[in-house]
T-cell receptor
Framework: AQSVTQPDIHITVSEGASLELRCNYS??????LFWYVQSPGQGLQLLLK??????LVQGIKGFEAEFKRSQSSFNLRKPSVHWSDAAEYFC??????????FGTGTRLQVFP | IAGITQAPTSQILAAGRRMTLRCTQD?????MYWYRQDLGLGLRLIHY???????GKGEVPDGYSVSRANTDDFPLTLASAVPSQTSVYFC??????????????FGPGTRLTVL
């Protein structure tokens, strides 16, 4: 069965530090991969997506993610975190049955 | 402003009562979805609709029903609410039916508490 794993429930970083959020998926074919962000009390907003081609994708707000087929991973990165990046981040995989499967999320806390 | 609206914002409901959560989008998207978000479980798909007049079951459909009479509206009904349906409910839409290819746009959510 398809699944998405975000192993880190909660991450704390200092403002200006680099960030990497982990995402691993289980899917038999090449997946369509997404990262969404949810600010407190808000709905989800798409950060970036990977369908094919270049395995390093750029998104909004200075985020990027790299698809590594050999590791079944799609980790999200940002070189310098801002206080406004504090939110919950969801990785998701799109499968060919009209479903989007979400991970359980990683809550990011940013200290000044 | 184009987007998705959900109503109510929050609701406290007695167990056994019937409740309809409303969702309206003005982007003319074909597909719409209902998710529930629970701590530690992420978002789980309840029901979806690829186009007006059609609906399908998601991962956790029991106790919920939906209808899609037109493109814009996708109400979610709890026929007889139970405490385990306490959750935050998100409506989403995407331009085409193949969710794999398209970004989903999310509403602000409805926080439902069933006592």
């Amino acid at each position: 069965a398809q699944s998405v794993t975000q192993p880190d429930i909660h991450i704390t970083v200092s403002e200006g530090a680099s960030l990497e959020l982990r995402c691993n998926y289980s899917y038999g074919a090449t997946p369509y991969l997404f990262w969404y962000v949810q600010s407190p009390g808000q709905g989800l907003q798409l950060l970036l997506k990977y369908f094919s081609g270049d395995t390093l994708v750029q998104g909004i707000k200075g985020f990027e993610a790299e698809f590594k087929r050999s590791q079944s991973s799609f980790n999200l990165r940002k070189p310098s975190v801002h206080w406004s990046d504090a939110a919950e981040y969801f990785c998701a995989v799109g499968v060919n049955t009209d479903k989007l499967i979400f991970g359980t999320g990683t809550r990011l806390q940013v200290f000044p | 402003i184009a987007g998705i609206t959900q109503a109510p914002t929050s609701q406290i409901l007695a167990a056994g009562r019937r409740m309809t959560l409303r969702c309206t989008q003005d982007m003319r998207h074909n597909a719409m979805y209902w998710y529930r978000q629970d701590l530690g479980l992420g978002l789980r798909l309840i029901h979806y609709s690829n186009t007006a007049g059609t609906t399908g079951k998601g991962e956790v459909p029991d106790g919920y029903s939906v209808s899609r009479a037109n493109t814009d509206d996708f109400p979610l009904t709890l026929a007889s609410a139970v405490p385990s349906q306490t959750s935050v409910y998100f409506c989403a839409s995407s331009p085409l039916g193949r969710v794999s290819y398209n970004e989903q746009f999310f509403g602000p959510g409805t926080r439902l508490t069933v006592l």
